[in-house]
């Protein structure tokens, strides 16, 4: 199983400013994901980080609120723009080696927005 | 109505017993399922992949049924360890959708 790492593991920010999360995996992946886990909640898809592409968003997320990178196979980040405390959540990155192949998560970014 | 849904619990069962799960889902495109753990403050683990012939590691039980649109999970002779919730998990293509998970207490 790939091992998933992602740093900052918690951050308290103030409104209207921005965070970036970096996530670095062990071995190649061939996708990657960011999703966010608000508390009480289960975990809800923001996008698919797409090397060396725009991310592709599920409904609801928006490049300019989250937008992504992905410069490699091992590494992607997500920024969350613009912050309100509506943002307090945990973000987690996932890999998996392809479609229909287990996904394996990082350990979380946990975010307070005052 | 969710696409994944689970009874949110919490189960609460002493050491030694044996505890079920339920979770349906809406999607019939689904071509994949998970059953995923997640202790207090931590990222979800893999507990078990399902199939429709059903599959079982140690103590854990899993069946799919496609008709039904149904999976399960049976934990048997629980531990304290077991203490955690477990989410629900269909897949179609490369996405995953997770249900909101059922808490498991365990006590001695």
């Known amino acids: 199983s790939a091992v998933i790492s992602q740093k900052p593991s918690r951050d308290i920010c103030q409104r209207g400013t921005s965070l970036t999360i970096q996530c670095q995996v062990d071995?190649?992946?061939?996708?990657m994901f960011w999703y966010r886990q608000q508390p009480g909640q289960s975990l809800t898809l923001i996008a698919t980080a797409n090397q060396g592409s725009e991310a592709t968003y599920e409904s609801g997320f928006v490049i300019d609120k989250f937008p992504i990178s992905r410069p490699n196979l091992t590494f992607s980040t997500l920024t969350v723009s613009n912050m309100s405390p509506e943002d307090s959540s945990i973000y987690l990155c996932s890999g998996s080696g392809g479609v229909q192949e287990t996904q394996y998560f990082g350990p979380g970014t946990r975010l307070l927005v005052l | 109505r969710k696409e994944v849904e689970q009874d949110p619990g919490p189960f609460n069962v002493p050491e030694g017993a044996t505890v079920a799960f339920n979770c349906t889902y809406s999607n019939s495109a689904s071509q994949s399922f998970f059953w995923y753990r997640q202790d207090c403050r931590k990222e979800p683990k893999l507990l078990m992949s399902v199939y429709s012939s059903g599959n079982e590691d140690g103590r854990f039980t899993a069946q799919l049924n496609r008709a039904s649109q149904y999976i399960s999970l049976l934990i048997r002779d629980s531990k304290l360890s077991d203490s955690a919730t477990y989410l629900c998990v269909s897949g179609y293509g490369n996405k995953l959708v997770f249900g909101a998970g059922t808490i498991l207490r365990v006590k001695s």
């Open positions: 071995s190649q992946v061939t996708m």
